[in-house]
């Protein structure tokens, strides 16, 4: 090797390594104080690129745990409120089987009408209360039900119907037209409250299958998104007990590497010996 104060070959090498050392030690840094692997498409454009799409998706799912939500809230105040709504027509029951008593008078009448009449306005305010975030399943607003996302896509939905629970509808028949004064009067209501009895159990059970798809549905997705951000991990996450001790190797490197470099620099020095 030529001995030259212009060119020392020995010291541009120590300084490529020690360039090299350092470059890789601020890459490793980088993903300590990150925890990731992958932060940016420089870093590897295909990983990056995958990642990003879980990402929107988990995104998505997020969204349609949101509307799940909705559904299962929707559902409960509906299920609450007509498990309210069928307490009171057993309790009308009551009053009904009581008027078909012939032996009833004007004024004992009068009084179980009284009674029939509140109780089914309470039915009525008990529908127009089952109301969470502007919907109600049970006041004849949502004729088609209600549809909620199923999936990130924006494609499946699930349904809630929503019945009809409204005083004279097809459901409830009783109205406040109805009245207890008489003995045909009781029972043309008997009649129909009977049926709305029947009509409301069948409405209130094909809810409560739908409230519990949607809270299956709902778990589901919960799952998915967990299943989905520990794939983006998987592809990004940097393992920080490897970069541990990547750090500590790469730091004793940095210092030979100086080392290295100070003592090619001491090289022409040695030119000075040979003209003394």
């Known amino acids: 090797m030529t001995n030259s104060v212009h060119t020392n070959a020995s010291a541009a090498i120590a300084l490529q390594n020690l360039s090299r050392t350092n470059e890789r030690l601020g890459q490793v840094q980088s993903r300590i104080s990150t925890g990731l692997k992958v932060e940016g498409a420089k870093d590897n454009a295909a990983i990056w690129a995958i990642a990003q799409q879980q ?22 105040v509906g299920l609450s409120a007509g498990e309210s709504i069928s307490d009171l027509l057993n309790q009308l029951k009551e009053k009904v089987v009581l008027a078909k008593d012939d032996s009833l008078k004007t004024q004992s009448r009068k009084l179980l009408d009284d009674d029939f009449k509140a109780l089914l306005r309470a039915i009525s305010s008990a529908v ?36 009809n629970l409204t ?40 809810l409560g299958a739908q409230a519990k798809q949607v809270a299956a549905h709902r778990t589901f997705v919960g799952k998915l998104t967990d299943t989905l951000e520990a794939g983006i991990g998987n592809l990004v996450d940097a393992d920080l007990a490897k970069e541990s001790a990547r750090l500590q190797a790469l730091q004793v490197q940095q210092q030979l590497g100086a080392q290295s470099l100070s003592i090619a620099n001491q090289a022409p020095q040695i030119i000075l010996s040979l003209f003394q």
């Open 55 to 76: 990402r929107a998706d988990v995104g998505a799912l997020s969204a349609v745990k949101s509307s799940l939500d909705r559904a299962t809230s929707l559902a409960d």
């Open 167 to 206: 005083l004279g509808g097809t459901i409830i028949e009783l109205s406040l037209s109805d009245s207890l004064t008489t003995l045909s009067g009781a029972t043309a209501a008997l009649t129909k409250l009977d049926d709305s009895i029947a009509q409301l159990n069948s409405a209130l059970g094909s």
């Open 128 to 163: 127009e209360n089952a109301t969470f975030d502007g919907g109600n399943l049970l006041n004849g607003s949502l004729t088609n039900g209600i549809k909620f996302l199923a999936n990130a896509e924006a494609t499946s939905f699930v349904t809630l119907s929503a019945p």
